[in-house]
């Protein structure tokens, strides 16, 4: 069972959701800098092939992370 806390109060709410934002993009830009990094200082076929190959897994993961997400939080008298 999923229990969701009260939201609380909006100027902590905006400061939490600014700072997840901030912090997602972040990531985002290091993993990517990352990933361009080692494809320059790997730079045979067989590690560029092993970079795809690692981010297709970091795709389907994050894909079946979100299904089952939408699946958590979606009541089930919604679904048609």
Not at 11 to 39: D, E, P, Q
Request: aromatic share 12%; net charge positive; proline share 8%.
């Amino acid at each position: 069972m999923v229990f969701t806390p009260d939201p609380g109060p909006p100027g902590a709410m905006i400061i939490t959701i600014s700072g997840t934002y901030i912090g997602a993009n972040l990531a985002l830009f290091y993993a990517s800098g990352g990933i361009g990094w080692l494809r320059d200082r790997f730079n045979k076929p067989w590690a560029v092939n092993g970079l795809r190959v690692i981010a297709a897994w970091i795709a389907t993961i994050s894909c079946l992370m979100l299904a089952l997400n939408v699946d958590l939080y979606c009541p089930a008298g919604s679904r048609r």
